[in-house]
């Protein structure tokens, strides 16, 4: 095992006062046309302050006002896995759904939603954000074994990441992906090793692995201006929202079973509020505001 890896699992974490005296908001979320309760699976907040959530059990996406009324809602035929912004257009987003082995270019905003483009990927795509020179996936195949796919902005893979190609097993089941240092970095979840990764997109170099008690079962990712990462650890024996530093050597647990969190998901960052947005339990279909001020 390397040097850098044994650091991180050693790394420094210091728990934070309850979130409790962050929580500023909570909002019932539901439509007419639901059959079931609304399972959180990404979300993203729009320029506008709106915000995009991507409900599972009813395999759609949502589209909220800044006071969480439903203006719009978008169909799928399975369900929408992850979701990120476009670093070419405002208004256009990328949405991934992994039993439809598609990507999608969907425009919303100011009360509307629409798909206006696809492109079938031919694999099991979960992950997605935008790095420096185009879009990245991350993809499934046989049950726990994973790969990123780099790919440009017509979604024509350009470079493919086996796990075989890092040291040991690096990763084996990377789910969601964001970027630091303005694309530069790619910032990857793995469920299969418990595990954060971070690595440069031109050298595919290992930055940084975070392996810790507090973040099994890592799950959606957030990055603030800073830089900061935001992830979920949602596992049986852990229920957390984590923040961890752009170098990756320091963790700060943010949020609880302290604070009702049971198998938490679809966390995003608000960076006009500066503020964190997250269902915080599974079974009760609302969304929380926390924030970081």
């Not at 210091?14 to 019932?28: D, P």
């Not at 470079?159 to 970095?185: H, M, N, V």
């Not at 650890?233 to 961890?244: D, L, Q, R, T, Y």
């Amino acid at each position: 095992m390397s040097t850098e890896l044994r650091e991180m699992k050693s790394s420094k974490f210091v728990k934070r006062k309850s979130g409790r005296n962050l929580l500023v908001g909570e909002h019932r979320i539901n439509h007419l046309d639901d059959t079931e309760d609304f399972i959180l699976r990404a979300s993203l907040v729009l320029p506008s302050g709106e915000v995009l959530l991507l409900d599972k059990a009813n395999k759609n996406i949502k589209l909220f006002d800044q006071h969480f009324h439903c203006t719009a809602v978008l169909n799928f035929d399975t369900y929408p896995f992850d979701i990120c912004p476009s670093n070419r257009k405002r208004s256009e987003y990328y949405v991934t759904e992994p039993e439809q082995q598609t990507v999608y270019c969907i425009m919303a905003g100011n009360g509307r939603i629409c798909k206006y483009k696809q492109s079938r990927i031919d694999e099991d795509c979960r992950g997605i954000t935008c790095w420096k020179s185009g879009v990245a996936i991350s993809v499934m195949r046989e049950g726990f074994v994973g790969t990123i796919g780099l790919l440009d902005y017509n979604f024509k893979i350009k470079r493919k990441i086996w796990e075989t190609d890092f040291c040991t097993k690096l990763f084996r089941a990377p789910w969601y992906l964001d970027t630091i240092r303005d694309g530069s970095q790619l910032v990857i979840s793995d469920q299969g090793n418990h595990s954060l990764i971070c690595i440069d997109v031109r050298t595919l170099g290992t930055i940084f692995v975070v392996q810790n008690a507090v973040l099994m079962g890592p799950r959606t990712l957030a990055v603030d201006t800073n830089d900061n990462i935001y992830v979920i650890g949602s596992h049986e024996s852990c229920h957390n929202v984590v923040k961890i530093s752009p170098e990756g050597n320091k963790i700060d647990v943010l949020l609880s079973r302290n604070d009702k969190l049971n198998y938490p998901s679809g966390l995003s960052y608000d960076k006009f509020n500066n503020r964190l947005l997250l269902q915080r339990n599974k079974d009760k279909p609302t969304i929380c505001l926390y924030s970081l001020e």
